[in-house]
């Protein structure tokens, strides 16, 4: 789910995360940009079961039409990749979003730290993000 807004609406947060957090539902992908200027887009996933709960949640609280601001993308998939040796070997995540996009795979979103790589893509890329991934790693069978 894709959220834009105005960064005056940022005040409205807290109280929606907080209903979630009630509720019971799991956000486990979260990133923000600020671009641009003024405008805040947020980038989150949700259980496919807690989608039409999360799309009431924002539209209500953040006062915003979900053609325009709220973009919504059904069955995707959250990778997470760990290794500690990750940070040791230069150019590790960009061979990988050059293999991905080879591979025609379209990346949702991505965030890099110095020993893992999150990515957000649509289950139907999942196959040929595991050809991409089988290339750089080795992967255990099973």
């Known amino acids: 789910m ?28 979260i990133m923000h940009s600020f671009f641009p200027p003024k405008l805040i887009t947020i980038t989150l996933t949700l259980d496919q079961k807690d989608m039409a709960i999360g799309q009431v949640a924002f539209q209500e609280g953040l006062d915003i039409s979900p053609p325009e601001f709220l973009k919504i993308k059904r069955k995707v998939v959250l990778i997470i990749i760990y290794g500690p040796h990750l940070g040791e070997i230069p150019g590790v995540v960009s061979r990988l979003h050059k293999l991905l996009s080879q591979e025609g795979v379209e990346i949702l979103a991505m965030s890099a730290s110095l020993n893992s790589c999150l990515l957000v893509i649509q289950d139907l890329f999942l196959p040929k993000a595991n050809r991409a991934f089988a290339q750089i790693f080795e992967i255990p069978q099973g």
Do not use: D, V
């Open 2 to 29: 894709n959220i834009q807004m105005h960064e005056s609406k940022l005040i409205y947060l807290p109280p929606i995360l907080a209903t979630f957090r009630e509720e019971g539902i799991s956000i486990p992908f």
